[in-house]
């Protein structure tokens, strides 16, 4: 699930139902499996384009220091780079799009496991928020 459906998710998911605080307990256990579920996946896809990430970073340092061959020159459409110094190699690969593209991915999805993590640590204080509201309704009663 993309980082805005998952705000907009916590949005709807964050509101409590005062006046069925039992059912809002119920809803506990579903929503820490939902957003760990989340977790999980947006975990998987940092890795994934981290992979992907360090292999292109890889093929990207031959094609700027002049060793990638004619064939995959072809197959990825890309022209021969003349020469860099080695000194200058680390700016080209920092200022590389296809290079930045993944990054700003990994960033996005880097975002949602924080984002989760929060969501994970509000769903389990919400036991304890639903504790004390039910206890303040019991003194209010005058129970």
């Known amino acids: 699930m993309p980082l ?15 006046t069925e605080p039992g059912s809002e307990l119920l809803r506990i256990p579903n929503l820490h ?3 760990a579920h989340q ?3 947006h975990n998987l896809a940092i890795k994934a384009k981290m992979f992907s990430y360090n292999t292109l970073k ?4 031959e094609y700027y220091n002049g060793k ?3 064939t995959e020159l072809e197959k990825r459409g890309w022209e021969p780079f003349r020469f860099v110094l080695k000194g200058d190699l680390s700016v080209y690969l920092e200022a590389d799009t296809d290079l930045t593209n993944i990054k700003s991915k990994i960033a996005i999805h880097e975002e949602a496991v924080n984002f989760c993590g929060m ?3 509000e769903i389990s204080n919400r036991t304890w ?15």
């Open 33 to 35: 499996a939902k957003y």
């Open 68 to 70: 990638l061959d004619q």
């Open 119 to 121: 969501v994970m640590k």
């Open 129 to 143: 928020q639903l504790k004390t509201f039910i206890d303040y309704e019991k003194f209010i009663r005058g129970q």
């Open 4 to 18: 805005e459906d998952l705000v907009k998710h916590w949005e709807a998911d964050a509101k409590v139902n005062e």
């Open 39 to 41: 977790l999980v996946a």
């Open 58 to 61: 890889k093929v990207k340092w």
